[in-house]
Every structure is written in C-alpha cells, then in structure tokens.
C-alpha cells in the first residue's frame, strides 16, 4: 500500500510512522509512505501558503494553489510508482465519520495508493476541497491540524494489510470487528488488589470463555455504546465513502 501526506509537518508524520504496528509494517515492506510540504509549491520567496478569510473573522485559511500543486505531484507520483489508481482523502471534522467497515474496505483496495490532506488553521479554502475524492472525520472534535488524525487512518489501515500483526487472529478479535466493543481482557497476577479473574477464563473450556466474551462484548456495548446495536443502513455508504 502506498500512502502520501500532504501536511506542513512532514517531519511529525514522518517520525511517528515509525513506531509499534505501523513503523513495523512500513519495514516489513507493507506499505510506503511519502510526505509533501505545500510550502514546497508556494510561489513567493516567503513560501506562503495562507491567507487571511474572504467575509472576515478569526484565523487563517490554506491557499488552494499550493495545496492543489501538492496533492498533484503525490497523485503523480503514485501513478509513475506502479498505483493504479489513487484516492485523495481530506481528514476534516467536516467529512463521514471513520468506521470499522470503511477502515477494512480501504484495506482491502491494495492497487489504490491514498493522498492524505492534512489541512492546518481554520481549514482550506473551499475551492480545493471540493476537488478532493472525500472527507474523512476521525471524530466530533477538532486538533489544530489534519496530521494526527491522518497517523490514526494510517495506524487502523496499516493493522488490516496481511503479515501486519503477528498474530492474524488479533484484527478479527478487535473491538468493533463483529460491530461490538471488544470484550474485557485479563493477565496475570490472578488476584490483583483482591479482584480475581473469572473463573471461567481460567477453566480451559474453549467453547465457554468463547461464549462468556460474547456475552460480556454484548453487554459492554449495550451499557457504552447502545448505537452500535441498532439496525444500519442497507445502502453501504461506509464502504462508498461518499464525501459530504
């Protein structure tokens, strides 16, 4: 898999790819990472790259040109590397909140490589975003730019792609696999500050402790998360991606 981050911190994205799962897969030869800077495509000796808001207010907005000059050059670069197609992802508190299913229907599409706009100030202007193939929320809150919420798409796709993890069983057993929160884990000591752990963990009867975890995943996620259980869509728009 191929990932390129349009981000003005390319040295932040950089650094932490390199750590747990992630950094892992990327030695193991999984997936492949480039970042490019817009500032690198700015057109004046003071490499700008914002400017202040049409209408007034607060803060600044990311100029389209050297954002657009950007995602060009990766989605260029991509295709002259062997992607067959690529994709262009803004992270916006704005986009289709991230899901499981998404995450796994993004995996799955290996020949696809990603351009990730990580956008910085009040946002990027309008014109650019509306050229992008689709907005992505990793959540309703907002962080003062677009690269920790790319590291965290990059982190759940890179546990999907095979050889990831070192024990494939991991990434079907994770919270949300099944659409339930993942059921309540123990190690050792057995008796920690007077709590023991379940008794049925500690029998040795597979079918059992496979059961108790439903059980306990099931009503974890009716106490935490009773959205979870409700009836979906049938129209696939996690898989679809459509940006809003």
């Known amino acids: 898999m191929r990932i390129d981050v349009v981000t003005l911190f390319p040295e932040m994205v950089e650094h932490a790819a390199r750590f747990g799962v992630t950094g892992r897969a990327r030695e193991r030869g999984l997936w492949h990472l480039r970042t490019w800077n817009p500032r690198d495509f700015a057109t004046d000796n003071h490499r700008t790259v914002d400017d202040r808001p049409y209408g007034g207010g607060p803060g600044m907005v990311m100029m389209a040109e050297p954002l657009a000059k950007a995602v060009a050059a990766a989605r260029m670069a991509q295709r002259s590397d062997g992607c067959a197609a690529t994709r262009t ?104 500050e007077g709590e023991a752990v379940p008794a049925v963990l500690l029998s040795g009867n597979h079918a059992s402790i496979a059961r108790w975890r439903r059980e306990q995943a099931l009503a974890r996620t009716r106490s935490r998360r009773p959205d979870l259980l409700e009836p979906r869509p049938s129209s696939g728009s996690d898989e679809a991606g459509h940006r809003q």
Do not use: K, W
Request: aromatic share 6%; net charge negative; proline share 6%.
């Open 89 to 192: 992802i803004h992270l916006s508190p704005a986009g289709t909140p991230l899901t499981h299913r998404r995450v796994v229907a993004l995996a799955r599409d290996a020949d696809t490589g990603y351009v990730l706009v990580a956008g910085r100030y009040e946002g990027i202007d309008e014109r650019l975003v509306a050229t992008l193939d689709e907005e992505i929320a990793i959540g309703d809150f907002v962080v003062s730019g677009g690269e920790l919420p790319a590291l965290m798409l990059i982190d759940a796709l890179a546990r999907h792609l095979p050889g990831a993890l070192n024990d494939a069983e991991s990434v079907v057993q994770e919270s949300f696999a099944d659409g339930l929160l993942d059921c309540p884990h123990y190690t050792r000591p057995e008796v920690y």
